[in-house]
């Protein structure tokens, strides 16, 4: 048990739709990640959101975007799905120390399975 | 960004049999974790570990910074073990972390 949970668990959606993917975090914890897994690979970070702010961003288009909220809740929406967006989706989050600061464990959630046909 | 590469990719091991999972990367961090991924896909952080060694029951870890690398020793292997590991860098922004390609560890009885 991490603290970090995520819904929906799976979701299934239609090329060009497009989705809001929920995480809450540990209590306390202003940094939250998302992470996209696909089969067999290891995850590649998306962003990272600390005091709602993005500050942080892997190579993902803008099509994916993100909030963080007071209550350590936090979003991911990605817009007009593509195919290869099918992949497992991971948020993590962690008590980050300033702006630039040192940052302690990272805790994930289960992740939500997306299926995009 | 930083390439983090682990060996072995698969693995395969009897019940009770040790192992070294290795993690190699290509720049100076000041965070390294390490996580077990199972079958359902939930990462648990099994060390937290930037230097030095640390232990937990059956398993270990030791990051050695200066060389870049860090080490899962996993004794006494049960099947409970199967699953990924992953381990995960953070250059010393705290901004994003880099996960390795994982070592896929199957235990059999």
């Known amino acids: 048990e991490t603290g970090v949970t995520q819904s929906p668990t799976h979701l299934i959606k239609t090329r060009g739709q497009q989705v809001t993917l929920r995480c809450s975090s540990q209590s306390g914890h202003n940094t939250v990640s998302w992470y996209q897994q696909a089969l067999g690979q290891g995850p590649q970070f998306i962003f990272q959101?600390?005091?709602?702010?993005?500050?942080g961003r892997g190579n993902f288009p803008p099509r994916f975007s993100g909030l963080q909220f007071p209550n350590y809740s936090s979003e991911l929406n990605v817009n007009a799905l593509e195919l290869d967006d099918s992949a497992l989706y991971l948020c993590?989050?962690?008590?980050?120390?300033?702006?630039?600061?040192?940052?302690?464990?990272?805790?994930f959630g289960p992740g939500t399975r997306l299926t995009v046909l | 960004g930083i390439q983090v590469e682990q060996s072995p990719p698969d693995l395969i091991l009897q019940e009770g049999a040790n192992s070294t999972l290795r993690c190699n990367f290509s720049?100076?961090?000041?965070?390294l974790q390490w996580f077990h991924q199972n079958p359902w896909g939930q990462l648990i952080n099994l060390f937290y570990?930037?230097?030095g060694t640390k232990q937990n029951g059956r398993l270990s870890a030791t990051t050695v910074a200066t060389e870049r690398y860090s080490l899962l020793y996993i004794s006494s292997s049960q099947t409970t073990d199967s699953g990924v590991y992953f381990c995960?860098?953070?250059?010393?922004?705290?901004?994003?972390?880099?996960f390795g390609t994982g070592t896929s560890l199957t235990v059999i009885p």
């Open positions: 995960a860098v953070d250059r010393g922004t705290g901004n994003q972390f880099y």
């Open positions: 959101y600390y005091r709602e702010e993005e500050n």
């Open positions: 570990i930037p230097s």
């Open positions: 720049d100076s961090v000041n965070n």
């Open positions: 993590a989050s962690r008590l980050k120390m300033g702006l630039a600061g040192n940052t302690d464990t990272q805790y």
